[in-house]
């Protein structure tokens, strides 16, 4: 296999049972810390997973939001988010640690992640918890979104991250979930995406429009239908140079 010219990232551990086929295809694993999804021993066994593969561990904090899989917007005071991504870090780098891996990124899930996308005050929490935890670690935050800038602000390095299997609104935020367009389900159209995306830096919105973006890694969701065929195919895009 060829080397990745761009990082393919998954959010793992959430409870699918694809998790170790996914893991051969991508370069970046984002492992949910207990919140939204995932336990001690799913994190050891995805850890372990992402150490014999190869690929980069990263943590994947969300809300303590398990019946709404961490989907559900909260408000929260800067102090409790700094404390409640810090909690959620501790727990994944002990067990990163304890099997001889170092975590690389931190990437916030469904709510925390939208949110902090627009929030800058949210935004900023969530850079000074991974700052103060480890200032080498890589945030990643939506492309053109006040995460990235937020976190730049500090000094911190990030990862402009776009969605293989999602679509955009014309200012260049996701399209909710609660909208029936919201998910990519079309191989052909998710490769496409992906193409226009690294090659030209721009997508296509739900409304025609082709937007700028800047793509420095791309997600795949592992709870998709089609996130192995996705994985497989834009792994074999990215190790052709596309």
């Known amino acids: 296999m060829g080397e990745l010219t761009i990082d393919i990232n998954c959010d793992l551990g959430e409870g699918c049972a694809n998790d ?27 850890v ?3 150490i014999e593969e190869g690929v980069f561990i990263g943590a994947h904090p969300g809300y303590p939001d398990r019946e709404n899989f ?14 409640m991504v810090t909690d959620q870090l501790s727990v994944l780098n002990e ?16 709510a925390l992640y939208n949110q902090s996308a627009i929030e800058p005050e949210l935004a900023a929490a969530i850079a000074n918890a991974v700052q103060d935890f480890d ?3 890589i945030l990643f935050g939506l492309s053109g979104s006040v995460s990235i800038t937020e976190a730049a602000k500090l000094g911190l390095r990030t990862a402009s991250e776009v969605f293989a299997d999602r679509t955009y609104q014309t200012d260049g935020t996701l399209t909710p979930r609660s909208r029936p367009d919201a998910l990519i389900r079309d191989t ?21 429009i082709m937007i700028p973006i800047v793509a420095e890694t791309v997600c795949i969701h592992g709870d998709g239908k089609k996130a192995v065929e996705f994985a497989r195919l834009i792994n074999r895009l990215a190790t052709e140079r596309i």
């Open 95 to 110: 067990i990163t640690r304890s099997a001889g891996g170092r975590l690389n990124h931190v990437k916030p899930h469904g």
């Open 70 to 83: 961490g989907r559900t917007a909260m408000e929260m005071t800067p102090k409790v988010v700094h404390q």
């Open 188 to 208: 052909d159209k998710a490769v496409t995406q992906v193409l226009d995306m690294i090659k030209y830096g721009r997508v296509r919105s739900v409304d025609a």
């Open 135 to 137: 200032n080498d670690l």
């Open 20 to 46: 170790a086929e996914l893991m051969k295809f991508i370069s970046s694993a984002n492992i949910a810390c207990g919140y939204h999804a995932g336990d001690a021993d799913t994190m050891q066994k995805t």
């Open 48 to 50: 372990d997973l992402a």
